[in-house]
C-alpha cells in the first residue's frame, strides 16, 4: 500500500530468506479461489447484505475507500465541504474526501492511541464541516467526548481496521452518522478488496444503498480475474514464497510505481468473488481476535522497550489489536529496529512514512500537526497477526529485545 515503506535491503532473497515472517497476514487459499470464482461467474442478482458482529444489516460495498466516497455523498455534504481527518491515517482515506468533492482539513492525533486528538479537534472544529474519525490500529478514538465537542456536526467512522473494537460495550462503527469497514487482503477478513457500511439512521442507510445500487456492476470476467490476482498476490505474501520471491517483486514494483498517485476509488459494486469470501469469514472474526490480542498481550509483557512506547488499552475499552505499533524516539532508531529484524527474517512496516510528503504535495497541508508528523517516522509496526506460531511470537519478541539493547548502547534512541 502507498503507507507502508518497505524494511529490508533490496535484492535480498533466496533459499535463506525462505523462512522470512511477512509483515502482515494475505489469508487467500485455494479453497477461497474455488470458492470466490464459483460466486463471480454465477449470474448476477441483487446483492445480499452483510451481517457485522455486533452492530448489525450493513451495505456491501467496492472497497472501504469506495464507502467512505458513499458515506460522504449519503450524508449531503456540500460540494467543497471542509472533512476534519487525522493526518496519521492511510491516504487513500484523504484521496477519497477529494474524490467525493470536498477539501480535507487535517487533526493531529494523540500520541498514547494514535487516534483524533480531542483538543486540537477542539481548536480546530470552527473550520470544520464534517469529521472522519479514524481508529487506528484497532484502538478506538474517544467518541462521546469528540460527539460532544463538535455538536452536531456530522461523523463518519473509519472502521477499517477496527472490526470488532468496542468501547464502553457499544462496537466500533455505532457512534458516528455512518461508518464503513474494509476487508481489505492484509485485514481481519482479508478479502482481496470490499468493505461496508454501517448506520442507525434509516435515512441515511436508504440513502447509501440507493447509491450504492446506481453503481456499476463489474463483469464475470472482471470479478474472475480479481480473484485470480488476489490468490496470486496472496500466496506471493506468504511463507515460503515470500521471502523466496514475493518480497523482492513488490520492492521492485514500489520503486517503478508511486502508490500515491493511485486515486482509482472503483465507484462500482461489490465484487461477488470478495462478497462471498469475506461471508465465509465473518463466523470466525472472534476467534481471529483473540489470536491478535493473545499475541499484542505476549509482546506487552515480554518486550523490553520502554513502557511508553507501547499501546495499552484504555480502561473501558476493547480493542481488537489488529496491528501492533513500537513508537520510537528518533527516525534513526526505528530504521536501524528495522534492518535488524530483517536480518533475522522478519519484516516489519514503517507505517505512513511518506504521509506528511503526501498531504504536502497534493491536500495542502500545512505543517500544524507536529505528533503526527512526530509518529509517522518513528513508529514501526511489527508482526502480530492470526497465524503466527508460537516459535514465531517468541522469536519476534527475543529479536526486538536483541535489537533493543544494540539501539541503547549506540545512543540512538
Known amino acids: 500500500a502507498a503507507h507502508v515503506r518497505w524494511t529490508g535491503p533490496i535484492g535480498q532473497g533466496g533459499f535463506g530468506m525462505m523462512n522470512l515472517v511477512p509483515r502482515d497476514r494475505w489469508d487467500h487459499r485455494l479453497g477461497d479461489l474455488f470458492s470466490a ?20 444489516s450493513a451495505l456491501p460495498v467496492r472497497s472501504g475507500r469506495a464507502g467512505l466516497v458513499v458515506a460522504i455523498r449519503a450524508l449531503g455534504l456540500r460540494p467543497g465541504a471542509r472533512v476534519g481527518v487525522p493526518l496519521f491515517c492511510c491516504p487513500v482515506v484523504f484521496h477519497a474526501i477529494a474524490e467525493a468533492g470536498c477539501s480535507v482539513r487535517f487533526i ?20 470544520l464541516d464534517a469529521v472522519v474519525a479514524v481508529h487506528m490500529f484497532g484502538n ?9 465537542i463538535i455538536g452536531g456536526m456530522p461523523m463518519i467512522e473509519d472502521c477499517a481496521q477496527a472490526l470488532g473494537s ?8 455505532g457512534f458516528g452518522d455512518i461508518a464503513f469497514f474494509s476487508f481489505r487482503a492484509g485485514k481481519y477478513v482479508s478479502a482481496g478488496e470490499g468493505g461496508a457500511l454501517f448506520s442507525g439512521d434509516k435515512i441515511g442507510f436508504s440513502r447509501a444503498a440507493q447509491i450504492v445500487r446506481e453503481m456499476p456492476i463489474p463483469s464475470r470476467v472482471s470479478d474472475a480475474g480479481h480473484a485470480m490476482k488476489v490468490y496470486l498476490k ?9 521471502g523466496l520471491v514475493g518480497h523482492s517483486l513488490w520492492e521492485a514494483y514500489n520503486d517503478r510505481v508511486d502508490l500515491s498517485d493511485d486515486q482509482d476509488i472503483a465507484l462500482r459494486q461489490i465484487s461477488r468473488a470478495d462478497l462471498s469470501i469475506i461471508r465465509r469469514r465473518l463466523p470466525f472474526l472472534e476467534a481471529v481476535i483473540e489470536e491478535h490480542r493473545a499475541n499484542a498481550a505476549f509482546y506487552s509483557v515480554h ?3 520502554e513502557p511508553k512506547m507501547l499501546t495499552a488499552e484504555k480502561p473501558g475499552a476493547f480493542y481488537n489489536r489488529y496491528l501492533y505499533p513500537i513508537a520510537f524516539s528518533s527516525t534513526e532508531a526505528r530504521d536501524r529496529m528495522a534492518a535488524q529484524l530483517f536480518r533475522r527474517r522478519i519484516d516489519t512496516m514503517k507505517y505512513l512514512d511518506d ?9 495542502g497541508y500545512e505543517g500544524d500537526c507536529p505528533v503526527s508528523e512526530r509518529l509517522s517516522k518513528n513508529v514501526l509496526v511489527i508482526p502480530s497477526y492470526h ?7 517468541k522469536r519476534i519478541t527475543e529479536s526486538v529485545n536483541s535489537v533493543w539493547d544494540d539501539v541503547r548502547s549506540l545512543g540512538v534512541v
Open 37 to 56: 470464482l464459483g460466486a463471480a461467474l454465477v449470474p448476477r442478482g441483487e446483492v445480499p447484505g452483510l451481517a457485522l458482529p455486533g452492530l448489525g
Open 108 to 127: 493531529d492525533v494523540d500520541p498514547v492511541t494514535f487516534c483524533l486528538s480531542p483538543d486540537d479537534l477542539a481548536d480546530k472544529k470552527s473550520h
Open 140 to 148: 478506538l478514538c474517544p467518541m462521546e467526548k469528540m460527539k460532544e
Open 166 to 173: 468496542r468501547l464502553d460495550g457499544r462496537p466500533a462503527g
Open 234 to 242: 496472496s500466496i506471493l505474501r506468504s511463507r515460503p514464497l515470500y
Open 303 to 305: 518486550l523490553k522497550v
Open 355 to 363: 504521509v506528511v510528503r503526501i498531504a504536502s504535495e497534493r491536500f
Open 387 to 393: 497465524g503466527l506460531t508460537e516459535r514465531d511470537v
